[in-house]
């Protein structure tokens, strides 16, 4: 979602309806999104506790519904 005025994330460096420019935005998201992938690397490699730092870190970043699965993920694989 666009952090200025709300609307819907379309994929542009410049949001449809206040025009922001979404090019932070949109590197942000693409490192979390790198980093739940290197996670699942992880985890598929049995490096449990690199995944959960990685999972953590895309947390960080940006908060979504797969960074929590895979973070509870490797969590209780770690333990």
Same mark, same amino acid.
């Given at each position: 979602?666009?952090?200025?005025?709300?609307?819907?994330?379309?994929?542009?460096?410049?949001?449809? *309806?206040?025009? %922001?420019?979404?090019?932070?935005?949109?590197?942000?998201? $693409?490192? +979390?999104?790198? #980093? *739940?992938?290197? %996670?699942?690397?992880?985890?598929?490699?049995?490096?449990? $506790?690199? +995944?959960?730092? #990685?999972?953590?870190?895309?947390?960080?970043?940006?908060?979504?519904?797969?960074?929590?699965?895979?973070?509870? #993920?490797?969590?209780?694989?770690?333990?």
């Amino acid at each position: 979602m666009c952090p200025v005025c709300r609307a819907r994330f379309r994929g542009a460096t410049e949001c449809s *309806r206040c025009g %922001a420019d979404l090019t932070v935005v949109m590197t942000l998201a $693409a490192s +979390a999104w790198a #980093l *739940r992938r290197a %996670a699942r690397q992880a985890i598929a490699a049995g490096e449990f $506790a690199r +995944a959960r730092e #990685l999972a953590w870190q895309s947390q960080q970043i940006c908060c979504t519904q797969a960074g929590k699965g895979l973070e509870g #993920l490797s969590e209780w694989l770690v333990a």
